[in-house]
């Protein structure tokens, strides 16, 4: 089997499905060709800030399934999710976020899509 031939054309699919869109200056958005469980596609910020990023979902999501935040068992239930993923949740705002250096981007950006997916199938 040609593993790094396999490796290589999986890294050139995966790069032509995501797309970044430059919103201002220090925020880029990320977003991929995997859809939620509503059919829609998952996004993430990333903010460049002074120590760092900061990678967000700029508490789309959970205005997504709970608009009004009626829902208080769901925003516990959630934010014990977002929680136990590693990201950060300011439940004030509905706010995903997690600070990461430049070398840890792919992961945190990739995480918090999945986080957005696995969420989508529960609310």
């Keep these: 089997m ?10 050139n699919w995966l790069a032509d499905q995501l797309k970044f ?3 201002s200056d220090s925020v880029l ?20 800030t002074a120590d760092g990023y900061v ?18 068992d769901l925003n516990e239930y959630l934010a014990g999710m977002v929680i136990d993923a590693g990201f950060d949740f300011d439940e004030e705002h509905g706010v995903i976020s997690r600070k990461s250096s430049e070398e840890n981007l792919p992961a945190v950006i990739t995480g918090l899509i999945q986080l ?7 609310a």
């Design 2 to 11: 040609k593993l790094e031939k396999i490796k290589e054309n999986y890294v």
């Design 21 to 23: 869109n430059q919103w």
């Design 55 to 72: 990678v967000t979902d700029d508490g789309f999501l959970m205005y997504k399934y709970n608009p009004i935040g009626e829902n208080e």
């Design 116 to 122: 957005e997916i696995m969420v989508s199938f529960i």
């Design 29 to 48: 958005q990320v977003e991929n060709e995997l859809v939620d469980a509503y059919g829609r596609k998952p996004f993430v910020l990333v903010e460049e």
